[in-house]
């Protein structure tokens, strides 16, 4: 049976398929919104890791020649 039959056939017979959401449509939306406020805090509490150590880091930098020009 060709697509355009079954198409045809289907508008007739006036069947619907519903496919009913496993909660209200608005949810999604929260579900999404919670998930990216989660991310984004997690993406925000690594803003400062460079610079935590920065006594640390020069420190290395200076016994490991750093500064001296290749």
């Known amino acids: 049976m060709s697509l355009l039959a079954t198409i045809a056939v ?11 959401l496993p909660f209200p449509a608005p949810l999604f939306g929260v579900i999404t919104f919670v998930a ?3 991310l984004a805090i997690v993406t925000f509490s690594f803003r400062d890791v460079s610079n935590r150590h920065a006594a640390k880091a020069e420190a290395y930098a200076r016994e490991h020649g750093a500064d001296a020009r290749h």
């Open 10 to 20: 289907a508008a007739e017979e006036g069947h619907h398929v519903v496919n009913e």
């Open 36 to 38: 990216f406020t989660a």
